[in-house]
């Protein structure tokens, strides 16, 4: 019950809601005494020859009003309390989206985006759960079952009541424990199904290997296995799921032939009438809802004590890079210098970069090369002050990058990173993703430059072709064409391109190369790149090696050095003398 | 995840549907009459209880006579009937979900076998994604519907139908009067139905739009934030949780209206209608009050039945839409492109002849035009040429994936499409630009699903294509696990296995689309040695992207739009100072350009 404590802000937000639907429930139950009570009466009165017209007609008329009472007061506590259940999820949901975009990338490197989702549905939907269904079970098992027993005690016959009410404490335990156990089984059987879904994607994904090697009867095989395995898990759940209807007849059942054993003796000793009997009997089928609820309410409690921690301790993260206090409200521009004595990332114990120490002049273009793992890409999240807790300083524009807003910081800087992420909209949207309302010959102008104009023509509705999964695929080179334009849209003062330019081929890379120093001539840039053609160009280049700059200069005193660089150069030009296989 | 459209189906497409799946349950006629007997041994038990209690009350309560023997025996019967009900209507719900689980494995498998009989043009035009979810989700939903609808509707069509009986048998007069409940049924049914569909409906694409938005957010929060967008994309998602929101109100409203609380307003008439008929019948006559009982006992059974269909409409809705989309994949007719088996051919040397091939993929524009070249038996042939040249294209003919109809093309002098498909798979080994690797292991990934594949081979072969280097040195060896289309290995190494895993077939034609991703120094040495390894003795096609990559082959074919603009060696080529001599000399520059 701990949740419902916890969802307690909640309550008292929506409490008006709250009372008036309990209010409505609890008349509801009050109310659905009647008909079994008038059904005694009337079989009473019938058995007794004492029934008058007017009398009949009075019993009538008030059974018809609470019929209708009931239609609204069981209309309005589900709005009521349905509703209110429905408005808590929209609101966690909204709490923990708005959460999700304020965390750090360190966030979501130690998270996957699958478990994300996870808490955004299935934890939400166990929270709305208990604040619909689990309210409703509390309310009505208490409700309508204390006051059907109650009336059942008082107004017929406690002893027969308590007689009758012999078997119900195991439905509740049976169908609670059938709950717990149908949950972990349903959860097997969510696996298996999932295992057939992969193998699914798999075999789709890897359709002309298969068609390759001529396998299709074996994958089909394979197939089978799985759904059958799938057949398999579902059975059990259903040889439990199963369970519940005959649990509740058979004890219903003991109980029914108890009130009769019992309910004749008391008729035989007057203790009660046959219109009593028939009463009590109707009043018992009452008991079954509010009993099964009791039995839910458990599991459901359960289930959201178990999301709601999970929820709150997501929302608990604090985002680990926030605005300092009177941070300066400027876009920065101007030089860049970068000096780090010391870095590691959080997840991990080795150093990531140590004694980086390099200016940048406005206007410059610098090149970083260096295998992967060298730091290149280090540089680059601490620029964009992705993390922190280095040692060191990274000055831009004569400030520190963390004495910025965030916000200011990020309008100076263009990012285009390595995985080109899209989304699935038109083409012309994801390039104008800083600015939806930008004129579209702006967007034309970034798409030129970026030389991804004419093939975004080809596509059969040009710019507003959408991407991803619902529309059309783009080769690899035009996704990092488009999240060039996207970054050249913003006119940023600091444009990074961390290996943006690998699945372009070499005539590509020099138009956009050359595009960029033309358009970009005050502004700063920065670009690692595995290939050197890409930066050869470059004012400055350092050669990153093991988290620490290796060399530094331009293209030609890095060749003089005879160091990293030149290895480099001369690897590929290895490469070239073993491509022509000794011709030449 | 991602917001599929649904299709709009006319009445008579529901109906269409609808009788195609049910004639799923036709391999388990047995099954479902055994099922069926159950389900009416248990209504028949639901609704004797109530009438041996009223034969107890009139009988024995009301005159207050208790014949030992006589009320032992209708107590003895009741508790048997109980019983009885308990364990048959287990074996009923059991009976039931084994049925329609099998059903749905059937479907699945059918399903899923069409898929692997669609030809490639399919998988060009339909996203994975779609596939995938016509193969499990769709079936799923659909599972649903046989689990949970068909077995209530069925239960409500019984019950009503044992319910009528018993009535009649108590009192003709009122059974028939209570007839007049049925049209009331049917009117309610029909109402919930005609709104609930596109309420329902409209919540589950609220929904699902709901958390594409989450998931697309999550996956580009890095851009959202370098780009400062969280702000608008919070106000996207508020816009997108509201209108859920509002959607579910109207499905609660909806539901609060109709469903169960009109059900029991409903349920209260009739109560009413049966108290006022037995009371004013006993103000002349004599009533037995037990017949009272069974009466209003009975006819609160007529209304749960009717409750839970309606509750399922949606779920019966949804069925038939996935169903519509499963049969319409069953029904592509896209196929792998046949093979009309002259003779029982055989490859031997495997010498390849492509004469006069032109191909279209959408039967406009040809992407080959004329295409005629002669590969020995042992030689290689290499195609190079910009994206879009048309080498992917001959690769597709050559791998059956596409059927063409203009020109032909010759193994040993017989047509390619006069080959068994086996024959063809067998001694022909592709190995793709970007390796695939499935979910296993190492040598599950090389010896895929030959079973007669020794351990040895694997291994033989790995070191044939000089892969055991990098394999030998991950924890587990040839048992290391594959998991996310092994993601976890460099792409160079991705391709010695798919190397690997082609030479361990010992194909007779060799087929290499050469990757162009990023392979570091080291594998690429690797690769290299064992493509020379892999060419020796085998007839070759490949695609490449480095010209250096293919100086030694027989034959070097440019392609240009389609056309074949020049043919030669790699010398001959260089000397005609043409096409291949200026993308060879780009390609050098580019890397001069370092230097």
Redesign the interface.
């Known amino acids: 019950m701990k949740v419902l404590l916890q969802l307690s802000w909640f309550f008292k937000q929506r409490k008006k809601q709250y009372a008036l639907g309990i209010a409505a429930l609890v008349l509801v139950s009050i109310l659905q005494l009647l008909?079994p009570k008038?059904?005694g009466i009337?079989?009473d009165d019938?058995?007794l020859g004492r029934?008058?017209?007017p009398g009949?007609t009075k019993?009538?008329i008030i059974?018809?009003i609470?019929?209708?009472l009931?239609?609204?007061a069981?209309?309005?506590w589900?709005?009521m309390i349905?509703?209110s259940a429905?408005?808590l999820s929209?609101t966690m949901?909204?709490k923990l989206?708005?959460h999700?975009?304020?965390?750090s990338?360190s966030f979501?490197q130690k998270r996957r985006?699958g478990d994300?989702?996870a808490h955004?549905?299935n934890d939400i939907n166990a929270l709305q759960q208990t604040a619909g269904m689990g309210i409703l079970t509390l309310v009505d098992s208490i409700s309508t079952g204390g006051f059907v027993i109650l009336t059942m005690a008082i107004t017929i016959n406690w002893k027969l009541t308590l007689i009758a009410l012999i078997p119900l404490p195991f439905m509740i335990f049976l169908t609670s424990y059938y709950g717990r156990l149908l949950r972990k089984r349903f959860r097997f059987a969510q696996e298996a199904?999932s295992n057939?879904?992969?193998?699914?994607?798999?075999?789709?994904?890897?359709?002309?290997?298969?068609?390759?090697?001529?396998?299709?009867k074996?994958?089909?095989?394979?197939?089978?296995n799985l759904?059958?395995d799938?057949?398999g898990k579902?059975?059990r759940v259903?040889?439990i799921?199963?369970?519940f209807?005959?649990?509740i007849?058979?004890i219903f059942?003991v109980s029914?032939?108890l009130s009769?054993?019992f309910g004749?003796k008391y008729?035989?000793a007057e203790d009660m009438s046959?219109?009593d009997?028939?009463a009590f009997?109707?009043y018992l089928?009452l008991l079954v809802w509010p009993m099964l609820a009791f039995g839910f309410l458990f599991n459901i409690v359960e289930r959201g004590n178990a999301s709601y921690s999970r929820i709150t301790e997501l929302l608990s993260i604090a985002p680990e890079i926030t605005d300092l206090p009177g941070a300066i409200d400027k876009r920065p521009e101007g030089d860049l210098h970068f000096d780090i004595e010391e870095f590691k990332f959080p997840s991990d114990e080795a150093l990531a970069l140590h004694n980086v120490h390099f200016s940048l002049k406005q206007g410059e273009t610098m090149g970083i090369v260096g295998r992967t793992g060298s730091g290149k890409t280090a540089i680059l999240k601490l620029l964009?002050r992705e993390f922190e807790g280095y040692k060191g300083s990274i000055v831009y524009g004569g400030n520190p990058i963390n004495q910025y807003k965030?916000?200011r910081l990020?309008?100076s800087?263009g990012?285009v990173?390595q995985d080109h992420?899209l989304?699935?909209t038109t083409i012309a949207e994801n390039i104008a993703?800083?600015n939806?309302k930008i004129a579209k010959e702006k967007i034309y102008e970034a798409s030129r430059l970026a030389q991804i104009h004419d093939d975004i023509l080809g596509f059969s509705e040009g710019y507003e072709t959408i991407v991803?999964?619902?529309g059309v695929?783009l080769?690899g080179g035009q996704q990092q064409r488009v999240s060039i334009a996207?970054a050249l849209i913003?006119e940023p003062e600091l444009l990074i391109l961390d290996d943006s330019l690998?699945a372009v081929d070499?005539?590509t890379e020099e138009a956009i190369l050359e595009a960029l120093k033309q358009y970009r001539t005050g502004e700063t840039t920065i670009i690692t790149s595995?290939r050197?053609?890409a930066i050869?160009h470059a004012h400055k280049i350092i050669v990153m090696h093991e988290g620490t700059i290796a060399e530094a200069g331009t293209h030609e005193e890095l060749l003089a050095m005879d160091g990293k660089y030149k290895e480099m150069?001369e690897?590929?030009?290895l490469?070239?003398m073993?491509?022509?296989?000794g011709?030449v | 995840m991602s917001v599929e459209k649904q299709p709009k189906l006319t009445g008579k497409d529901q109906w269409q549907v609808l009788k195609r799946l049910l004639s799923y349950t036709a391999p388990h006629k047995a099954s479902i009459t055994i099922a069926l007997v159950l389900l009416i041994m248990t209504i028949t038990g639901g609704i004797v209880g109530p009438l041996i209690i009223q034969r107890f009350i009139d009988n024995y309560l009301t005159p207050l006579n208790f014949p030992e023997r006589e009320v032992t025996a209708i107590v003895l019967l009741y508790i048997g009937i109980q019983l009885f009900m308990v364990v048959v209507s287990y074996f009923q719900l059991m009976r039931f979900q084994d049925i329609a689980l099998k059903i749905i494995q059937q479907m699945r498998i059918d399903v899923f076998s069409k898929v692997h009989g669609l030809g490639m043009r399919y998988f060009d035009k339909t996203p994975a994604g779609s596939i995938v979810s016509r193969v499990t989700n769709d079936t799923e939903s659909i599972k649903d519907m046989f689990v949970s609808v068909i077995v209530t509707f069925l239960q409500a069509v019984f019950m009503l139908i044992g319910v009528y009986i018993a009535l009649f048998s108590l009192d003709v007069k009122l059974a028939l009067i209570s007839l007049l409940l049925l049209p009331l049924f049917l009117a309610i049914v029909v109402i919930y139905r005609r709104y609930s569909t596109d309420f329902y409906q409209d919540l589950r694409e609220r929904l699902s739009q709901l958390n594409a938005k989450i998931a697309e957010s999550l996956s580009g929060m890095g851009m959202i934030q370098a780009f400062r967008q969280e702000q608008r994309l919070e106000a996207e998602f508020d816009e997108i949780n509201e209108k859920h929101f509002r959607a579910g109100m109207r499905n609660i409203k909806f539901d609060g209206i109709l469903l169960s609380p009109a059900i029991d307003l409903l349920y209260t008439g009739a109560i009413i209608f049966v108290l006022g008929y037995f009371g004013f019948i006993s103000l002349d006559s004599p009533v037995e009050v037990g017949i009272l009982y069974a009466f209003t006992t009975l006819i609160g059974r007529l209304f749960q039945p009717v409750q839970q269909v309606m509750q399922r409409l949606s779920i019966f809705q949804q069925a038939i839409v996935s169903a519509s989309r499963v049969f319409k994949l069953m029904d592509d007719n896209d196929m792998e492109p046949e093979q009309q088996i002259v003779k029982n051919a055989e490859i031997g040397d495997g010498k390849i002849e492509f004469r006069n091939v032109s191909f279209s993929y959408d039967g406009k524009a040809d992407v080959l035009k004329n295409i005629s070249f002669t590969a020995n038996a042992g030689e290689t042939v290499a195609l190079v040429g910009h994206t879009g040249s048309g080498k992917s294209s001959i690769i597709n003919l050559l791998m059956r994936f596409y059927e063409y109809e203009r020109g032909d093309i010759f193994i040993d002098g017989v047509s390619l499409k006069e080959y068994p498909q086996e024959e063809l798979r067998q001694k022909t080994g592709l190995v793709l630009q970007d390796p695939f690797m499935f979910y296993g292991d190492i040598e599950s990934n090389i010896r895929l699903h030959n079973k007669e594949m020794t351990p040895e081979e694997v291994r033989g072969a790995a070191e044939f294509v000089r892969a055991n280097d990098f394999i030998e040195k991950l924890p587990g060896k040839f048992s290391h696990r594959v998991t996310e289309r092994g993601s976890t290995f460099s792409s160079g190494q991705r391709q010695l296995v798919a190397f690997a895993r082609t030479i361990a077939t010992n194909p007779k034609i060799l087929v290499l689309d050469e990757a162009t991703a990023n392979i570091d120094t080291e594998t690429e040495v690797a690769i290299q040695a064992s493509l020379e390894k892999m060419r020796k003795g085998r007839t070759t096609i490949a695609i490449a992207h480095r010209l250096s990559t293919i100086q030694d082959a027989e034959l070097i074919l440019v392609l240009h739009k389609g056309e074949i603009v020049e043919r030669g060696t790699h010398q001959e080529l260089l000397s005609q100072k043409g096409l291949y001599h200026m993308m060879y000399e780009l390609q050098n520059s580019t890397i001069e350009d370092v230097i």
Request: no cysteine; hydrophobic share 40%.
């Open positions: 008909p008038i059904i009337i079989v019938i058995t029934l008058t017209a009949l019993w009538l059974l018809g609470a019929g209708i009931m239609y609204f069981r209309f309005y589900r709005v349905f509703g429905v408005l929209r949901r909204e989206f708005n999700f975009t304020r965390m990338p979501y985006v994300l989702m955004a549905t199904f057939l879904n992969d193998k699914t994607q798999e075999s789709i994904t890897g359709i002309k290997v298969i068609k390759t090697f001529g396998q299709q074996e994958d089909i095989e394979d197939f089978t759904s059958t799938v057949v579902n059975m259903a040889r799921d199963a369970l209807d005959p649990t007849t058979g059942a029914y032939i009769f054993y004749t008729i035989i046959i219109g009997m028939v009997s109707t089928g964009l965030q916000q990020r309008e800087i990012y990173p992420f989304f699935s993703f800083t939806p991803g999964e619902r695929s080769s996207r913003m690998s070499a005539k595995h050197l053609s050869q150069y690897l590929q030009q490469e070239v073993v491509e022509q296989g011709e």
